[in-house]
């Protein structure tokens, strides 16, 4: 039985505790995009705090305020003061950690009690630890993370006009869009939806809903103003226009993918063993929204506008295309958010029955140490043979060409997919595959002064095809996960190092 608000709030944070001390155990960076990410920003630590002396003649940065620049500013900062070991350690802890308490925050702000916004946090913890955190989808996280603290002070500022809670609202607003475009974008709806019923159901003055909006509105206009707007508005013209008039086959097509978007609402679960994955998230559906199918009271009332938010970046996933303007996964992005805000539904329905909300929050405990158990049997083996990966690195001589090479058959997690990073971060060595400006548009301010030949960074198990006389004139390395088969590396070769994790080969056809 909970008989004080202090007993949820407690267990909050000892279970935030226990998800950010998993997250400092986590020194081998264990997530697909984590090593790119945690290797630019030690070239641009170089780059700006040590006048290029390690990669000035491999790498260039010239910043100005755009999406992207301030996470890899905090990142390069942490590098630099603490260490890349370090630095990846806390990075992956304030990862997990921020976005629940960014969750608590809003629901703080908006009104609920200690129960309901610590059971909104535990709950997120499962949210902090889905398939947006295994793709090691960093910035992004942050940005949601952001978002949220951003709606808490919004909500403030409409409940009581007071210009310190705006004016922290905007401040919120500019690092959203420096750390994540989709940040600024999903705020700008979330607020729009929320100032819409607001003024709907008499509760702000058409005249402050108007004063709420024009930060977001304006930062969207001139975002759009840019080159790469204008190209995100190029873009969606012609996906509204190949809709107006499908062409023959469309139709089978269309019904493609409608199921492939119906089966996308699980893509948040998805990360190690499906059937888990599944019966996981389903727990945490079950829990979050049960108290809205007890009660439709809940539903038409507290319940009301988070529901509201929710089914609006629901339909926002559905009519959001795959990529766009550049960004992979863009249009399953708004899932995350739209889940969060169910959470938010449920827990505010919850308090209307003190007996529901305390069975929703023994619930939600359940969900969070049970998550945390799956993550950790999965991530802490892979984490030691990512230590066994780096330590491979140590038999590369520095300032080599290194071409990195994932032997992984596609899925859910690929924590060796940018793994060969590595070979730059600590041996200085040359690596084809960062994010940068030539491949990431919206990474303009870093890139490669000349880029090595890059194949198709899963060629191996796609099968596809390797220019090998580039590979013989421009690598003298190769960084290969283990085991490999021998003829899908068709140069003459000596094996430097192995263990049971990668090999190092040296390229003889020079």
Not at 211 to 223: E, G, H, K, R, Y
Not at 232 to 248: F, N, R, T
Not at 477 to 502: E, F
């Amino acid at each position: 039985m909970i008989r004080s608000p202090r007993v949820p709030e407690a267990t909050f944070i000892g279970l935030l505790s226990l998800y950010v001390a998993f997250g400092l155990c986590l020194g081998g960076a264990p997530l697909q995009d984590l090593p790119d990410h945690l290797t630019r920003a030690h070239i641009m630590a170089d780059l700006l705090f040590n006048h290029g002396a390690q990669f000035g003649d491999q790498f260039a940065v010239k910043f100005d305020f755009s999406p992207y620049v301030a996470g890899d500013l905090l990142l390069a900062s942490l590098d630099r003061g603490i260490g890349a070991a370090w630095a990846a350690r806390v990075w992956i802890a304030a990862l997990i950690g921020l976005l629940p308490l960014s969750v608590w925050f809003a629901l703080r702000r908006l009104g609920a009690g200690a129960i309901a916004a610590s059971t909104a946090g535990v709950l997120a913890l499962y949210v902090a630890t889905d398939h947006f955190f295994v793709l090691g989808f960093a910035n992004y996280l942050f940005g949601v993370a952001c978002a949220f603290f951003a709606y808490g002070w919004f909500c403030t500022a409409a409940r009581t006009g007071r210009a310190g809670a705006y004016a922290g609202f905007v401040l919120l607003l500019l690092l959203c869009y420096a750390v994540h475009l989709t940040a600024l974008i999903f705020i700008s709806a979330i607020t729009a939806v929320s100032v819409a019923f607001w003024v709907l159901t008499g509760r702000v003055p058409l005249r402050r809903a108007a004063v709420l909006m024009s930060a977001p509105v304006l930062l969207v206009v001139l975002q759009l103003a840019t080159a790469s707007g204008m190209d995100l508005i190029a873009q969606a013209a012609h996906i509204a226009s190949a809709a107006a008039h499908p062409g023959a086959g469309a139709g089978a097509a269309e019904g493609w993918r409608a199921v492939s978007k119906i089966t996308g609402f699980a893509f948040p679960a998805e990360r190690f063993n499906l059937t888990a994955d599944v019966a996981l998230f389903a727990l945490l559906i079950a829990t979050a929204t049960f108290p809205m199918l007890l009660s439709w009271r809940g539903v038409t009332g507290v319940s009301a506008e988070p529901l509201l938010i929710a089914c609006a970046l629901a339909l926002l996933y559905v009519i959001t295309p795959p990529t766009v303007g550049g960004v992979w996964y863009a249009g399953v992005r708004p899932l995350q958010y739209a889940l969060l805000f169910l959470i938010i539904a449920g827990v505010r329905s919850a308090e209307l029955r003190p007996g529901v909300q305390r069975a929703q929050f023994a619930l939600a405990v359940l969900v969070a140490v049970a998550n945390l158990a799956y993550v950790a049997v999965y991530m802490l083996p892979v984490n030691a043979a990512m230590g066994r990966y780096k330590a491979l690195t140590a038999s590369i001589p520095p300032g080599v060409t290194v071409l990195p090479v994932d032997t992984e058959p596609p899925r859910f997690y690929r924590p060796f997919l940018h793994a060969g990073a590595y070979a730059t971060l600590n041996r200085d060595a040359l690596t084809p595959y960062l994010f940068s400006a030539d491949n990431t548009p919206q990474m303009y301010y870093f890139r490669y002064r000349e880029r090595p030949y890059s194949p198709y960074e899963s060629w191996y198990s796609a099968n596809t095809s390797v220019r090998w006389d580039r590979v013989a004139r421009e690598y003298q390395y190769v960084l290969v996960t283990a085991p490999w088969a021998a003829q899908k590396i068709p140069l003459s070769y000596t094996v430097v190092a192995r263990n049971d994790v990668a090999a190092l080969l040296r390229l003889q056809d020079r």
